[in-house]
């Protein structure tokens, strides 16, 4: 069956570049995406890809996307204190139609 | 415009007790979902719906009932609630069609203890 998987925890300091890393099984995956969840809240949607592209920036993130490999990173660049929470990798083929597959979470921690 | 909202905030069952979770759209999405999060499992799926008066069972589906009566409702049954059900639950909706760039939006979750 379809499974996404992602390490644990990433420990980066103040002011570093992060690197998350997900990877994911199935093939017919159209949508990838990377949610962001803080303590106590829901999951908030960071940014995604579809699978006809490679890369993508928006501001301090940039995913990379190797369909090969089945291999999606998510790159933050000059990490804040407020960039620390919990980084969801997720992915579907029909979008939300019929509900997404997650990772089960990287815990980015940012030291001083 | 509140978005998803999901009630109640916290909830502590006895095993065998059954309840409602309660979650409300207010903007006309065609798609609704559970996921319990678990630690160290991520989200999983237990049921999913593509409009009103359909309704599809997940990964996750057993000891859980759904409905869909109307667009913007879909409640989350626990017929007889097990420890095994202790979790925190998240409701989703999303607008139809191959809309990658509207994604899923989530209720801030109801966190279940059953004793």
């Known amino acids: 069956g379809e499974d996404v998987e992602q390490s644990l925890f990433l420990s980066v300091r103040e002011g570093d570049s992060s690197v998350i890393n997900c990877t994911y099984t199935d093939s017919s995956s159209t949508y990838l995406y990377w949610y962001k969840q803080e303590p106590g809240a829901g999951l908030q949607l960071l940014t995604y890809i579809f699978s006809n592209m490679d890369m993508k920036q928006d501001q301090r993130l940039t995913v990379l996307l190797n369909k090969k490999d089945k291999h999606l990173s998510l790159r933050i660049a000059d990490t804040q204190t407020g960039d620390s929470a919990i980084y969801f990798c997720?992915?579907?083929?029909?979008?939300?139609?019929?509900?997404?597959?997650f990772g089960k979470g990287t815990h980015l921690i940012i030291q001083p | 415009n509140a978005g998803v909202t999901q009630t109640p905030k916290f909830q502590v069952l006895k095993t065998g007790q059954s309840m409602t979770l309660q979650c409300a759209q207010d903007m006309n999405h065609e798609y609704m979902s559970w996921y319990r999060q678990d630690p160290g499992m991520g989200l999983r799926l237990i049921h999913y719906s593509v409009g009103a008066g359909i309704t599809d069972q997940g990964e996750v589906p057993n000891g859980y009932n759904v409905s869909r009566s109307t667009t913007e409702d879909f409640p989350l049954r626990l017929l007889s609630a097990a420890p095994s059900q202790t979790s925190v639950y998240f409701c989703a909706s999303s607008p139809a069609g191959e809309r990658y760039n509207s994604p899923l939006h989530f209720g801030n979750g109801t966190r279940l203890t059953v004793t």
């Open positions: 997720a992915e579907s083929v029909r979008g939300g139609a019929d509900g997404l597959t």
